[in-house]
């Protein structure tokens, strides 16, 4: 193997430069070329390539985004935009693909892989959904602006004896509300994973009041149904009664910027460095991850053969803790 590509595709995160970074110097140190794939999936079609070099990556590793652009390809999802894609690898010479994205984009890496390309796939989602790996690239950095934000919400939440609903990011993931509940010290988690009824929340809220809680903080995953906004509406006909006023922030976009945390950053080194090896040896087809403090190698079929659920440890540790 002479010339590799890499790409990131779907949902953005923090953790990715360093990752790019670390594909593109491991691929040198191992006598590599390695050429750029723009803006995901839809540069490999259109052919956005360009070679990287070990100074094309300097001085990225402390910065949010992602220098090659990242997009969702709807072409990619049909046979004849990924014979597209091939076209591009064969064109430009490329024998071999690092994806670095979530479960999406790691489906995408499957039907390349099955079409006889030999592609490896780095976990990067927030949602920390990918089987395979403990914990994926960029969830560390999403965890900690979230708590920074969490810690700032619950000063102005205990100054005015207020109720906030939180809401963090994950369309079908509770795992960073979750998370970001048990290390901030919330009252409640709302997740999409775990049915929690209205009286429930009510109950919460008023109870918080009633044994003198300064505030009560809910964290409400973006997936959780009917929703943040017609819980508030709810919530604020049923103000007198529960004490508190409520109050709602939506986290938002904030929580995919910004710079990778410590734990990121070495996690998207040692994934990226990971991926060329295992691409240089004969191991496409799998997604590195990172299980139990080990670099190991995961089917990609499996990878992506369900979302991973928050585990049943973590949901029991934030109950315990809601007290
Ligand atoms: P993420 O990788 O963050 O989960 P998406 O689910 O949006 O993001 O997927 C990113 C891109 O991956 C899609 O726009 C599409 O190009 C490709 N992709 C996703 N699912 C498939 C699939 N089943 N088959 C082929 N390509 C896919």
Redo the contacts with the bound molecule.
Sequence with gaps: MKRIGVLT???DNPGLNPCIRAVVRAGIHHGLEVMGIRR??TGLLSGEVEEMTARSVGGIIGRGGTILGTA???E??KPRGRRDALRTLNRFGIEGLVVI????????AL?LWRAGFPVVGIPS?IDNDVNGTDISIGVDTALNTILDAVDKIKDTASSHNRAFLVETMGRNSGYLALVSGIAGGAEMVLIPEVETKFEEICHTIEDAYVRGKSHCLIIVAEGWRPGTQALARQLVERQEELGFSVRVTQLGHVQRGGAASAFDRLLATRLGAAAVKALISGGGGNIVGWVRSTITLTPLEEAVAFDKQPSPELVELAEIMEK
């Excluded at 994205?101 to 995408?108: A, E, R």
């Design positions: 595709s779907g949902g995901g999936y969702r390809c709807p990619f999802y994205g979530g479960n999406g984009s790691l489906t995408g039907e989602t």
